[in-house]
């Protein structure tokens, strides 16, 4: 059925066209409100007293691809309330056009969302193309000034650190887990802001945290009844860096278990030779740092007598830095096979080799090829053990927690020589593996025994940790709730952040994170 079109139906409900006309590349409408009576704002006294009249030019959107400008023929009334103090006001528009405004409700919106969506710059070149007049300074205000914190009452949060300029400034961002939606970000992560902040929301009962010690200080001082849940992802993940640092700790004993303790200097290329010397350097000081703490040296005077820095001191004493030499990995690695039977089978030539491995797909130098043939000749007038290569310690902390039939020959026999030599690593293997599966099958009755035996293991270090936040621990094993959502806008904030060239300040940040919501 087809309905007549009025020409009121092309501008807002509540307003009566009359007349429009072109002015330039501009479609301007004049329009007058449909009422006779005004309200007013003071005392809400009805008034059909009209004083006088002015006109308004707002924007409206678009028509046939031009620009729409409003001409509003407003009204002034008279206030008859005896007791008003407002003698005279103007008519209202609303939800149809704001005081002041220069935009309708309708357009507002539009500007808004585009705010949200693409931030100043962009969205100003965009919303041209849509034939909306705006400023990137205009979207941004609009983002600013439509920004509301959500309230909804809070009763489980999580709550994690963020980056502004990583490892110089940091803030914090908090979310309703149970909405998903952003609460509010603060300018910092220090454990007072965030503590002030919790104080302020006693109706939270559940708070997801990281492991880190801030926000459980803040949390059990604002709110000692809350449960505090630790984040399961970084429990697993530190779980599998203290098994990686324990093969780190053992890279002697692996060395000697897998045969690769002789080093000989002759077969090194020129760049794995200062690698060696390095080695060698750090070996060194490593003694010296041990010598001066087996004489009962304190920490502050090795650091005096070193040059080297706390840190460093400290790991050495603890037995936490371990060099291992190893060779260089090398472009040549997958074509070491091929290369070993065109050396059997007769070819000695560098040049001839890397020309044949240039029409096999090899995208390196000819000095590199050079340095394996100069190398390969000089093993072959030596020990062939002395090429013995020793896998890294991330490598060998692979190898060793994924499964046996995915490993090639090679490397089963590396896994087993390791397991037969370092008994303690594969202790601390079965810990780990333990843990990882009390999280995911939800299980924390054997928490107690696992901490006992997991201090005297390589392990001690993440097991301590566990201790100091155990109740968090156990919350993080049993709860359904974590940190992961925390973690997912952070990714969000960044992509926003990354939009802005990183120049946008907290309060847009956070006014468009909830304000896309």
Same mark, same amino acid.
């Given at each position: 059925?087809?309905?007549?079109?009025?020409?009121?139906?092309?501008?807002?409900?509540?307003?009566?066209?009359?007349? &429009?006309?072109?002015?330039?590349?501009?479609?301007?409408?004049?329009?007058?409100?449909?009422?006779?009576?005004?309200?007013?704002?003071?005392?809400?006294? *009805?008034?059909?007293?009209?004083?006088?009249?002015?006109?308004?030019?707002?924007?409206?959107?678009?028509?046939?691809?031009?620009?729409?400008?409003?001409?509003?023929?407003?009204?002034?009334?008279?206030?008859?309330?005896? #007791?008003?103090?407002?003698?005279?006001?103007?008519?209202?528009?609303?939800?149809?056009?704001?005081?002041?405004?220069?935009?309708?409700?309708?357009?507002?919106?539009?500007?808004?969302?585009?705010?949200?969506?693409?931030?100043?710059?962009?969205?100003?070149?965009?919303?041209?193309?849509?034939?909306?007049?705006?400023?990137?300074?205009?979207?941004?205000?609009?983002?600013?000034?439509?920004?509301?914190?959500?309230?909804?009452?809070?009763?489980?949060?999580?709550?994690?650190?963020?980056?502004?300029?990583?490892?110089?400034?940091?803030?914090?961002?908090?979310?309703?887990?149970?909405?998903?939606?952003?609460?509010?970000?603060?300018?910092?992560?220090?454990?007072?802001? &965030?503590?002030?902040?919790?104080?302020?929301?006693?109706?939270?009962?559940?708070?997801?945290?990281?492991?880190?010690?801030?926000?459980?200080?803040?949390?059990?001082?604002?709110?000692?009844?809350?449960?505090?849940?630790?984040?399961?992802?970084?429990?697993?993940?530190?779980?599998?860096?203290?098994?990686?640092?324990?093969?780190?700790?053992?890279?002697?004993?692996? @060395?000697?278990?897998?045969?690769?303790?002789?080093?000989?200097?002759?077969?090194?290329?020129?760049?794995?030779? #200062? /690698?060696?010397?390095?080695?060698?350097?750090?070996?060194? &000081?490593?003694?010296?740092?041990?010598?001066?703490?087996?004489?009962?040296?304190?920490?502050?005077?090795?650091?005096? /007598?070193?040059?080297?820095?706390?840190?460093? *001191?400290?790991?050495?004493?603890?037995?936490?830095?371990?060099?291992?030499? @190893?060779?260089?990995?090398?472009?040549?690695?997958?074509?070491?096979?091929?290369?070993?039977?065109?050396?059997?089978?007769?070819?000695?030539?560098?040049?001839?080799?890397?020309?044949? #491995?240039?029409?096999?797909?090899?995208?390196?130098?000819?000095?590199?090829?050079?340095?394996?043939?100069?190398?390969? @000749? @000089?093993?072959?007038?030596?020990?062939?053990?002395?090429?013995?290569?020793?896998?890294?310690?991330?490598?060998?902390?692979?190898?060793?927690?994924?499964?046996?039939?995915?490993?090639?020959?090679?490397?089963?026999?590396?896994?087993?020589?390791?397991?037969?030599?370092?008994?303690?690593?594969?202790?601390?293997?079965?810990?780990?593996?333990?843990?990882?599966?009390?999280?995911?099958?939800?299980?924390?009755?054997? #928490?107690?025994?696992?901490?006992?035996?997991?201090?005297?293991?390589?392990?001690?270090?993440?097991?301590?940790?566990?201790?100091?936040?155990?109740?968090?621990?156990?919350?993080?094993?049993?709860?359904?709730?974590?940190?992961?959502?925390?973690?997912?806008?952070?990714?969000?904030?960044?992509?926003?952040?990354?939009?802005?060239?990183?120049?946008?300040?907290?309060?847009?940040?956070?006014?468009?994170?909830?304000?896309?919501?």
């Amino acid at each position: 059925m087809q309905q007549a079109l009025h020409r009121s139906s092309l501008v807002p409900r509540g307003f009566v066209v009359e007349s &429009a006309y072109y002015e330039g590349d501009k479609t301007v409408i004049e329009i007058r409100a449909s009422g006779s009576v005004g309200l007013c704002p003071l005392c809400g006294t *009805v008034s059909r007293r009209v004083h006088s009249r002015y006109r308004r030019r707002v924007t409206d959107l678009p028509l046939s691809g031009r620009i729409v400008q409003l001409l509003v023929i407003a009204r002034r009334f008279r206030c008859d309330a005896v #007791l008003c103090g407002r003698q005279i006001f103007t008519e209202r528009f609303e939800g149809v056009l704001a005081p002041s405004a220069r935009r309708t409700a309708r357009l507002d919106s539009i500007v808004h969302h585009l705010g949200l969506a693409l931030g100043g710059r962009p969205a100003a070149g965009f919303a041209k193309r849509l034939m909306l007049p705006v400023s990137k300074d205009t979207l941004l205000r609009v983002v600013r000034r439509r920004s509301r914190p959500p309230a909804d009452p809070l009763r489980v949060i999580g709550i994690d650190d963020w980056a502004w300029r990583r490892n110089h400034r940091y803030a914090s961002i908090i979310c309703n887990l149970e909405r998903r939606r952003v609460v509010t970000l603060l300018p910092d992560r220090e454990p007072a802001t &965030a503590q002030a902040w919790l104080a302020a929301h006693p109706t939270i009962a559940i708070v997801a945290r990281d492991r880190g010690g801030g926000y459980g200080e803040a949390a059990a001082r604002a709110l000692p009844n809350a449960v505090q849940v630790a984040d399961r992802w970084h429990l697993m993940e530190n779980a599998s860096r203290a098994f990686l640092d324990a093969v780190r700790k053992s890279m002697r004993q692996i @060395r000697s278990a897998i045969g690769a303790t002789t080093i000989d200097p002759k077969l090194l290329t020129a760049a794995e030779r #200062l /690698q060696y010397e390095g080695y060698l350097r750090r070996e060194e &000081a490593n003694a010296t740092i041990l010598g001066l703490s087996k004489r009962g040296t304190p920490i502050k005077q090795i650091v005096r /007598q070193t040059g080297h820095s706390r840190k460093l *001191v400290r790991q050495v004493i603890r037995g936490e830095r371990h060099d291992v030499f @190893r060779t260089r990995e090398s472009s040549l690695d997958q074509h070491l096979p091929w290369l070993d039977d065109q050396w059997a089978a007769g070819c000695r030539n560098g040049a001839e080799l890397w020309r044949r #491995l240039r029409a096999r797909g090899f995208r390196g130098s000819l000095r590199v090829v050079g340095e394996w043939t100069t190398r390969r @000749r @000089r093993a072959e007038k030596t020990d062939v053990e002395t090429l013995h290569r020793i896998p890294s310690a991330r490598t060998i902390a692979r190898l060793m927690t994924v499964g046996r039939d995915t490993l090639s020959k090679a490397e089963t026999v590396t896994v087993a020589a390791v397991e037969a030599g370092v008994p303690p690593l594969v202790e601390a293997r079965e810990i780990i593996a333990e843990f990882h599966l009390m999280i995911r099958r939800k299980t924390e009755a054997g #928490l107690v025994p696992w901490i006992e035996r997991a201090r005297a293991s390589l392990v001690a270090s993440f097991a301590r940790g566990v201790t100091n936040d155990e109740a968090a621990v156990r919350a993080a094993i049993t709860s359904p709730w974590s940190n992961g959502q925390t973690e997912g806008q952070i990714t969000r904030l960044k992509l926003v952040r990354r939009q802005m060239y990183g120049r946008g300040k907290i309060d847009l940040l956070q006014a468009r994170l909830i304000g896309a919501e």
